[in-house]
């Protein structure tokens, strides 16, 4: 890191930590490692109980925050309050930054007028961290993200970078929400100028593992109808290009929602999700899927009766 504690820096690295004694020091050391230098590490004890960030205590080249548990989007918005750099990016503490991250993100930052948000891309690993190759990086830039959207492009979580003068505005992280509150603040940030897309090389090694958040369907639910709500209350844009496009994208994670529900012997919770989002598959003329979900969750009911 560089600078004194008054100077603002390019990066805040913010690392909401909650009982991650297995894989925070390779986080953490992920980020050391970074070849850009200017940027500072917070990290935000989110309430743990394992002592997992009792090795940091007396670091001298980042930030240890702490407070009670309340979820991810609570602890980045806690790390956000105490950050100086200009653009923050958020990465999970069982994830990693390859060593080129920030500086393919600096890269995009000199191609544009401070956009408002920069976004990588990610590849998945299991237990064993993937071995990456650097390659001068290829980047698109785009007019918002809701054009990166319309495109088929769908950025959240530890891929993108996001300026704090627009995040603060925006209010942060929505903390009501467990899951998809990422993609909850990527459609309020939609028409926000500037969006830059570095294509490759991947920016961002998220652990694919059972026990992440994500993975909670009960709380994919909950994020799911929390989307929705949002979207059919105006909070994406109220313009007919913010809510055709924020329209889709929120149909499409709805979509998603519904059949891993329906498969996974939720039937309740992916018929409740089906019938809020009716119209608005119908509306973008998903009758494919307005007629294979009965189906699928229709099995899946059999499925699970013939397992009792």
């Known amino acids: 890191m560089t600078g004194t504690i008054a100077e603002k820096l390019g990066f805040s690295v913010i690392v909401p930590v909650y009982n991650s004694r297995r894989t925070i020091a390779a986080c953490i050391e992920s980020i050391r490692a970074q070849h850009f230098r200017d940027f500072e590490i917070i990290i935000v004890d989110d309430g743990s109980t394992d002592g997992c960030t009792d090795q940091f205590a007396g670091s001298t080249d980042l ?26 990016f958020f990465i999970d503490s069982d994830d990693l930054a390859p060593s080129w991250a920030l500086s393919c993100f600096a890269e995009a930052l000199a191609r544009a007028d401070r956009p408002a948000i920069i976004c990588g891309n990610f590849v998945e690993f299991g237990d064993v961290a993937p071995i990456l190759e650097y390659r001068p990086p290829s980047i698109v830039q785009y007019r918002d993200y809701l054009e990166a959207a319309a495109a088929g492009l769908y950025a959240a979580g530890g891929m993108v970078a996001v300026r704090r003068d627009i995040f603060v505005a925006a209010g942060g992280f929505n903390e009501s929400m467990k899951v998809a509150e990422d993609h909850d603040l ?3 940030l939609g028409e926000q100028p500037g969006f830059m897309h570095i294509v490759a090389p991947p920016t961002y090694a998220k652990r694919d593992h059972p026990g992440s958040i994500s993975k909670s369907l009960a709380l ?25 496009i924020t329209r889709g994208m929120v149909a499409m994670h709805l979509r998603a929602a519904i059949i891993a529900l329906g498969r996974n012997h939720m039937p309740k919770r992916s018929i409740d999700l089906y019938l809020r989002a009716f119209m608005l598959n119908a509306r973008i003329g998903r009758l494919r899927f307005l007629l294979g979900a009965p189906v699928i969750i229709g099995l899946g009911l059999v499925s699970a009766w013939g397992q009792r």
């Not at 994919?220 to 709500?229: E, I, N, P």
């Open 186 to 188: 990527m459609l309020r």
């Open 63 to 88: 930030i240890l925050l702490a407070k009670a548990n309340d979820g991810p989007a609570s602890a980045r918005n806690f790390g956000a309050r105490s950050a100086r750099g200009d653009y923050l």
């Open 220 to 244: 994919w639910f909950d994020g799911s109808r929390a989307l929705l709500a949002h979207w059919q209350s105006g909070r994406y844009g109220e313009s007919d290009r913010a809510r055709t």
